[in-house]
T-cell receptor, first 114, second 115 residues
Framework: EDQVTQSPEALRLQEGESSSLNCSYT??????LFWYRQDPGKGPEFLFT???AGEEKEKERLKATLTKKESFLHITAPKPEDSATYLC???????????????FGQGTELSVKP | DADVTQTPRNRITKTGKRIMLECSQT?????MYWYRQDPGLGLRLIYY???????NKGEISDGYSVSRQAQAKFSLSLESAIPNQTALYFC??????????????FGQGTRLTVV
């Protein structure tokens, strides 16, 4: 069964304290791994797509990496405005009635204190 | 204006009532989805549609139905609402022209409470 597990469930950091969020997955034929940011009361906002092991993508203080079993979202010198829930999702195998369907993890709630 | 618009944003309804949540998009995407989000359970897929004539059940479709009225409109109905359908509901779209990997764009959500 396709599954996505994120850890930790919650992470509290001081401003400037770098850390990483983990997303472990099991899926038959990974088509893509997605990271989203979700602010309270809002819809998820797309951050990155990773397609193959070894791939890395960066955006401001965030860097996402991918291995065959997991992905990391590294946060360098975070600021309070980085506080949000970060969601990881994998894309189901590319069969017509499955393609495009995302399987989400439970998310990591990040809090960055000044 | 938002690319993916959900109405209403908040709704309180009574057990047994029929309720419809609406979603419209201006992104021109073929694919539309309905998810629900519950604390500790993440986002779970209810229904999805790849074009106007296509409707597919997701992992938790029982108690729900959908209608794809046009490429830009996808509505979710609860025929007889029950309290455990209290949740945050999201509509999402993605581009179907590329059948590879494309990100999904989400609406702002509808917070539904069934009392």
């Amino acid at each position: 069964e396709d599954q996505v597990t994120q850890s930790p469930e919650a992470l509290r950091l001081q401003e400037g304290e770098s850390s990483s969020l983990n997303c472990s997955y099991t899926v038959s034929g990974l088509r893509g791994l997605f990271w989203y940011r979700q602010d309270p009361g809002k819809g998820p906002e797309f951050l990155f797509t990773l397609y193959s092991a070894g791939e890395e993508k960066e955006k401001e203080r965030l860097k996402a990496t991918l291995t065959k079993k997991e992905s990391f979202l590294h946060i360098t010198a975070p600021k309070p405005e980085d506080s949000a829930t970060y969601l990881c999702a994998v894309q189901a195998p590319l069969i017509y009635n499955q393609g495009g369907k995302l399987i989400f993890g439970q998310g990591t709630e990040l809090s960055v204190k000044p | 204006d938002a690319d993916v618009t959900q109405t209403p944003r908040n709704r309180i309804t009574k057990t047994g009532k029929r309720i419809m949540l609406e979603c419209s998009q201006t992104k021109g995407h073929d694919r539309m989805y309905w998810y629900r989000q519950d604390p500790g359970l993440g986002l779970r897929l209810i229904y999805y549609s790849f074009d106007v004539k296509d409707i597919n059940k997701g992992e938790i479709s029982d108690g729900y139905s959908v209608s794809r009225q046009a490429q830009a409109k996808f509505s979710l109905s609860l025929e007889s609402a029950i309290p455990n359908q209290t949740a945050l509901y999201f509509c999402a779209t993605s581009d179907g022209r590329d059948r590879g990997n494309t990100e999904a764009f989400f609406g702002q959500g509808t917070r539904l409470t069934v009392v």
